[in-house]
C-alpha cells in the first residue's frame, strides 16, 4: 500500500499561484511514476499532469495546463508536487495525487494504483 496526503489547497483569487503537495509513505517512492488529476463539481475527474520515477521526463494534459503548471518531484522527501500559477476559475476542483506503475496509460486513470483524498482550489475573486 502507498498512502498519499495532498496539502496547500485554498482560495485564490484569479490570476494567482498555488503550490500542492503531496506526501507519500508505505512502499518504495521511485517504484511509481506519480500523477495530478482534478475533478470538478459533477465533472469527470481529468489528468492534469504527472511524472516518471525518477523526476526526468513530465507530461501534461496541455488542454488544461496551457503552460501554467509545473509539476516535479523530490524522492529524498518521498513527495510531489504541482506548481500552478495565472490560475483560473475553471481550474477550481478537488486536486487528487496519485501513484501507479503502468507507465502506458501515466495519462489515465487505469494507470494508477494508489489514490490520496484530495485537496480543494477554488479560484474565485
Known amino acids: 500500500q502507498v498512502q498519499l496526503v495532498e496539502s496547500g489547497g485554498g482560495l485564490v483569487q484569479p490570476g494567482g499561484s498555488l503550490r500542492l503537495s503531496c506526501a507519500a509513505s508505505g512502499r518504495t517512492f521511485t517504484d511509481y511514476h506519480m500523477g495530478w488529476f482534478r475533478q470538478g463539481s459533477g465533472m469527470q475527474r481529468e489528468f492534469v499532469a504527472a511524472v516518471n520515477w525518477n523526476g526526468k521526463r513530465t507530461y501534461y494534459e496541455d488542454s488544461v495546463v496551457n503552460g501554467r503548471f509545473t509539476i516535479s518531484r523530490d524522492n529524498e522527501k518521498n513527495a510531489v508536487y504541482l506548481q500552478m500559477n495565472s490560475l483560473r476559475p475553471e481550474d477550481t476542483a478537488k486536486y487528487y495525487c496519485?501513484?501507479?506503475?503502468?507507465?502506458?496509460?501515466?495519462?489515465?486513470?487505469?494507470?494508477?494504483?494508489?489514490w490520496g483524498q484530495g485537496t480543494q482550489v477554488t479560484v474565485s475573486s
Open positions: 496519485a501513484a501507479g506503475t503502468n507507465g502506458e496509460y501515466i495519462r489515465h486513470k487505469v494507470g494508477y494504483d494508489f
